[in-house]
Structures are given as structure tokens and as C-alpha cells.
């Protein structure tokens, strides 16, 4: 069973911050990697920022020195703290699990429900 909760979304004007959180409840699985991704009005879903079980992350050049991602594997929790925010950053934000259950070699990815961000003034 794999559920995974957004929260701390919400609007922002420009240049604030905002930090979103997510709670996963996955129990019988290892977890490879946790994260977040975005889709704003008309676009595909993109990556902001991942981190692996391994200490390796992804991130969006867009976000880069602006969005912090932080978690814990063993409480399945991921954070991601936004600075100076901009218009562009507006979309609903999922957080993301990629896992595996015990045993099993096959990854399966997991997504929550979203949250919305809303940048404006």
C-alpha cells in the first residue's frame, strides 16, 4: 500500500517562499527515490526536484538555487523549500515516490494528489 499526502501549498507573490511537504505511508516497499514534480494549465508534468536513496538529485534548471529538496527515507517524508518564487512557478505540485516491493527488482512510481501553488501578486 503506497499513499503519499500533499501539503503547504498555497499563493505566494513574487519573491516570497513557500515550502511544501508530503507524507507517504508505503509500507512492504524499499524506496529508491522521493520528490517532487509539476504541471501547470496546458503543460506536461515536469521534474522539479528528486532525491535518491543513494544521495544522488535531479532538478529542473528553472529551480535551481531557488528550490531545496529534504527528506527522510525512513519516515517517507519529502520537503521542498521555494525561494523567490515567480509567476512561472504556478502549477500543481505531486509528490513523487519511485519503490519497489521487498524482494522485487521492478520499480514502480507513485504519485499524491497534488497541491497548488499560486504565484502572484
Known amino acids: 500500500q503506497v499513499q503519499l499526502v500533499e501539503s503547504g501549498g498555497g499563493l505566494a507573490q513574487p519573491g516570497g517562499s513557500l515550502r511544501l511537504s508530503c507524507a507517504g505511508s508505503?509500507?512492504?516497499?524499499?524506496?529508491?527515490?522521493l520528490g517532487w514534480y509539476r504541471q501547470a494549465p496546458g503543460k506536461q508534468r515536469e521534474l522539479v526536484e528528486t532525491m535518491s536513496g543513494s544521495g544522488g538529485s535531479n532538478y529542473a534548471e528553472s529551480v535551481e538555487g531557488r528550490c531545496f529538496i529534504s527528506g527522510d527515507f525512513a519516515k517517507r517524508s519529502v520537503n521542498l523549500q521555494m525561494h523567490n518564487v515567480k509567476p512561472e512557478d504556478t502549477a500543481v505540485y505531486y509528490c513523487?515516490?519511485?519503490?519497489?516491493?521487498?524482494?522485487?527488482?521492478?520499480?514502480?512510481?507513485?504519485w499524491g494528489q497534488g497541491t497548488q501553488v499560486t504565484v502572484s501578486q
Open positions: 508505503i509500507s512492504g516497499f524499499t524506496v529508491e527515490s
Open positions: 513523487y515516490a519511485e519503490a519497489r516491493r521487498y524482494g522485487r527488482t521492478i520499480r514502480n512510481t507513485y
